[in-house]
């Protein structure tokens, strides 16, 4: 791993205030962003929409050469990385133990960790808890993680290994760290970003690189899917295998004509 740490790339583990109101609070943003063969990949949309999700969230904008330089100077000091993720933490700085944030300034973190390839398919499981689409934070990138963290617990204990959310008036949403597309006579469907999902990167290439529909899906249409897959930073395009209790094919043809276009096209791309 490699950690840079409001300028300064550190050698050590980097130190945070316990009075960081990223800590105390979840006060803060962030971005992940794969690194394939050393190289970053769509540096300039992750840091387009950490802009956004700061700035929706009250935080002063990002300094984005800033970070672009973090970027730099951590890859450069691994470049070796095969596959990993690069993420960067933006938080409301040192504050007092309460909602209300400091004058000191924002913490800025960037740092790099090898990771695994993500496995071809997956499996899904519907959880018991909803994402709010009336949100102060909804469509932001935030770290207040805490119901992602419960509700992929839930999954992982039925044998799944991401869990996917309704909204508060039934429709489906999103994974906990993915977005979700599925196949309804051969017509590739997304939710809207009105659900209350994020704005996924990935979510964004495969619809300007291959097309689909965005609109509102009932959460009980999910089991009507002919096929389903998931889009994230890391997962590129996932086949979904399983979707609680029910088989599917994976990769699906559809699926597996995203999943070409999606390698082809970042592989001409990265840093589209």
Not at 7 to 30: E, I, K, N, Q
Not at 154 to 173: P, W
């Amino acid at each position: 791993m490699r950690i840079w740490l409001n300028g300064a790339l550190l050698d050590g583990a980097a130190t945070v205030s316990p009075l960081d109101h990223g800590l105390t609070t979840g006060d803060g943003v962030f971005e992940t962003i794969k690194i394939e063969n050393g190289r970053p990949f769509a540096v300039r949309r992750h840091l387009e929409r950490l802009v956004r999700s700061a700035v929706g969230l009250g935080l002063p904008t990002p300094d984005v050469a800033a970070i672009e330089d973090g970027i730099a100077t951590v890859v450069a000091a691994d470049p070796g990385i095969p596959f990993g993720r690069l993420r960067i933490t933006y938080t409301g700085g040192v504050s007092p133990l309460s909602s209300d944030r400091g004058t000191d300034g924002p913490t800025v973190l960037v740092a790099t960790q090898e990771i695994k390839r993500p496995s071809a398919t997956s499996a899904i499981v519907t959880v018991p808890w909803v994402r709010n689409e009336r949100s102060a934070v909804a469509g932001l990138k935030t770290t207040s993680y805490a119901e992602n963290v419960r509700a992929l617990a839930y999954a992982k204990d039925r044998g799944g290994s991401e869990a996917i959310f309704a909204n508060t008036v039934g429709q489906l949403c999103e994974g906990t760290g993915s977005n979700i597309f599925c196949v309804y006579d051969g017509e590739l469907v997304t939710p809207t970003l009105a659900s209350g999902a994020l704005a996924g990167v990935t979510r964004a290439l495969v619809l300007e690189w291959f097309g689909g529909t965005e609109r509102d899906v009932p959460l009980e249409q999910l089991s009507e899917a002919e096929e389903i897959f998931l889009t994230s930073t890391t997962r590129d395009i996932q086949a979904i295998h399983r979707a609680d209790d029910r088989t599917l094919p994976a990769p699906g043809t559809l699926t597996a004509q995203v999943a070409k276009i999606f390698a082809e096209r970042s592989a001409e791309h990265p840093n589209p």
